[in-house]
């Protein structure tokens, strides 16, 4: 009798084991941290993007963008970095933002069509950002705490490993083409 009820023990064991998860445990939503813990309107639609789901295990670039700026010009070397590494998982994330000199005043359809009309890209866009520290937008206060630098000026470029840390904050001048730059990235690839 006594390996009877050793034998109901392990199948009643064996079925717990193999049960499917209960209702709570498969509605309990995904736990991010770091970067992956904003979600943030996309550009045109204004549609919410969860970071956590979209891009978790990426390698980001997030840039504050504007159309009418001296290095308005690196749009398409984002592009072009974007083109050459998604495959091998770095996404490029644009960050509209006009609070520096104005120099960002378009609707979200102007930017979205000056983006892809002059330069081509098919990066991902948000909505408007707000960057400086003062008033700054979550995930810009966010990525400004953590790396320790505020955008001083468009083009701000801060570089995320797959772990969603900040491992590196590149100002309006450093172009996308350089090779430091270049380096810096494929290094998490």
Avoid: H
Avoid at 10 to 23: D, F
Avoid at 51 to 63: D, M, N, R, T
């Amino acid at each position: 009798m006594k390996n009877v009820w050793r034998l109901m023990g392990v199948i009643t064991m064996v079925a717990l084991l193999q049960s499917p998860l209960t209702q709570a445990e498969e509605q309990s939503p995904m736990q991010c941290a770091n970067i992956y813990q904003f979600t943030v309107p996309d550009l045109l639609n204004n549609t919410p993007v969860n970071f956590c789901e979209a891009y978790q295990g990426k390698v980001l670039l997030i840039v504050n963008t504007a159309s009418k700026c001296a290095f308005t010009g690196q749009y398409e070397g984002l592009e072009n970095l974007y083109s050459e590494f998604k495959d091998r998982g770095l996404v490029v994330l644009g960050f509209p933002s006009n609070q520096f000199a104005g120099q960002e005043p378009g609707t979200p359809q102007e930017i979205q069509n000056f983006c892809r009309l002059t330069y081509g890209v098919q990066f991902p866009m948000f909505a408007k950002s707000q960057v400086k520290k003062q008033g700054a937008d979550p995930i810009w206060q966010y990525l400004g705490e953590t790396s320790g630098t505020y955008p001083k000026w468009n083009f701000y470029k801060y570089l995320i490993n797959r772990q969603g840390e900040v491992v590196d904050v590149f100002s309006s001048i450093t172009s996308p083409d350089t090779q430091r730059f270049r380096s810096a990235i494929e290094a998490l690839l």
